[in-house]
Nanobody
Framework: QVQLVESGGGLVQSGGSLRLSCAAS????????MSWYRQVPGKERELVAV????????RYADSVKGRFTISRDNAKNTVSLQMNSLKPEDTAVYYC???????????????WGQGTQVTVSS
């Protein structure tokens, strides 16, 4: 059974830090591209950061560059998001995502966690 379980969300003041973690099980974690997305009510889900498989190629949304750091531990099947210098506009539900692709480039698997709320007060 595939599971992605996020933790680490909460309430923090502007300028503070939080570290989100996502524990994965039920699939070959090291073979999956892992991402963090966020969503606020009434808006589309937004990609925050993505980290590829072994080798760890990383990409960030412009809005979080220099403040957020994504990392993965393939031995522990976890992906983390260190969030520093948080701003009120970072308030959202944050979701962990795991995807894999076939050799022809088509998406094969697409897994989501249940989300964790991050609230940044001004």
């Amino acid at each position: 059974q595939v599971q992605l379980v996020e933790s680490g969300g909460g309430l923090v003041q502007s300028g503070g830090s939080l570290r989100l973690s996502c524990a994965a099980s039920g699939f070959t974690f090291s073979s999956y591209i892992m991402s963090w997305y966020r969503q606020v009510p009434g808006k589309e889900r937004e990609l925050v950061a993505v980290i590829k498989t072994a080798g760890g190629r990383i990409r960030y949304a412009d809005s979080v560059k220099g403040r957020f750091t994504i990392s993965r531990d393939n031995a522990k099947n976890t992906v983390s998001l260190q969030m520093n210098s948080l701003k009120p506009e970072d308030t959202a539900v944050y979701y962990c995502n795991a995807v894999s692709y076939n050799t022809d480039g088509r998406k094969r698997d697409d897994y989501w966690g249940q989300g964790t709320q991050v609230t940044v007060s001004s």
